[in-house]
């Protein structure tokens, strides 16, 4: 049997694990359901051929699932995450956020997309390898994160206290929109987030704008002002230092980037904006 024909085979169980796993609720921002989603995690894992481990952080579980490959192959490991965002209103749900609905060939459901949806198709991606071949072509660890939707605020203390279960030489992921023009993308890399808390003092105490207003310094606008040091209108960061290490793009990836599709007005229109930003 071929691999399309195993997964044309199975896609109703497809659907249906997807269906269960999405109606487990697993809302980090509250611990809504996450202890009972970790052994859901676990579960799979186990029912598709990996090992599976609930690890303990200070926070939410770590769910790992392992399952070693000829000797001498590389080890991947494949990044998810089971836990989700807050439902937010109810009463702007067609369908409860937690009780997942197929309409025109979509699912409709809290986690379906981000990341349940994505990291079972992993799941289902290496049981079919096995069912199809007689095993995996190389080690493979699964690690699913409960707390990425907070900013993965225990991952580090993880990654400290269980260095040896994360050795690897590849790390995969899936995550993010589907490109404009339907096909799948392979991402090498995005952006990555810088934090930092900005504090500005005022008077001691509130003062009345039509007493003070324009005498006492605004916090509000020292913020204003210090902002606009950092970001020209041009998009150019201001910061001294920010480009020191960046390289320019090479004649071939000046390439890649004018070659990849996109329908910019198609964009801006969905988005109900007028232009990108600079």
């Not at 309409?103 to 379906?112: A, I, K, L």
């Not at 005022?202 to 310094?217: C, E």
């Not at 960046?246 to 004649?251: A, E, I, K």
């Amino acid at each position: 049997m071929t691999l399309d024909a195993y997964v044309a085979a199975n896609e109703d169980r497809y659907l249906d694990t997807l269906l269960r796993y999405v109606a487990q609720p697993s809302v980090s921002a509250t611990g809504e359901g996450m202890a009972q989603a970790a052994e859901f995690a676990a579960g799979l894992m186990q029912s598709v051929g990996l090992a599976p481990r609930i690890v303990p952080t200070p926070g939410a579980p770590v769910v790992l699932g392992t399952a070693d490959g000829p000797p001498g192959t590389p080890r991947v490991l494949i990044y998810g995450h089971y836990d989700v965002q807050p439902a937010g209103p109810l009463d702007e749900w067609h369908s409860p956020p937690f009780a997942p609905e197929v309409r025109s060939g979509r699912v409709y459901g809290r986690g379906t997309g981000d990341n349940k949806g994505q990291h079972l198709a992993h799941l289902f991606g290496l049981e079919a390898l096995r069912a199809v071949t007689g095993g995996l072509p190389c080690s493979v660890t699964v690690l699913l994160d409960g707390e990425e939707e907070l900013g993965s605020p225990h991952l580090p203390w993880f990654a400290e206290h269980h260095r040896d279960l994360l050795g690897a030489d590849l790390v995969l992921w899936s995550d993010g929109p589907v490109h404009q023009d339907g096909g799948p993308c392979v991402c090498l890399g995005v952006r990555g987030i810088v934090k930092f808390a900005l504090r500005a003092r005022g008077a001691a105490y509130p003062t009345h704008s039509g007493n003070w207003g324009g005498v006492a310094p605004n916090p509000a606008w020292r913020l204003v002002h210090l902002l606009s040091t950092m970001r020209a209108p041009d998009g150019r960061v201001l910061v001294d230092g920010f480009y020191d290490d960046v390289r320019p793009f090479t004649p071939d990836e000046q390439a890649v980037l004018d070659a990849l599709p996109g329908d910019v007005p198609a964009a801006l229109r969905a988005l109900g904006v007028p232009a990108l930003d600079a």
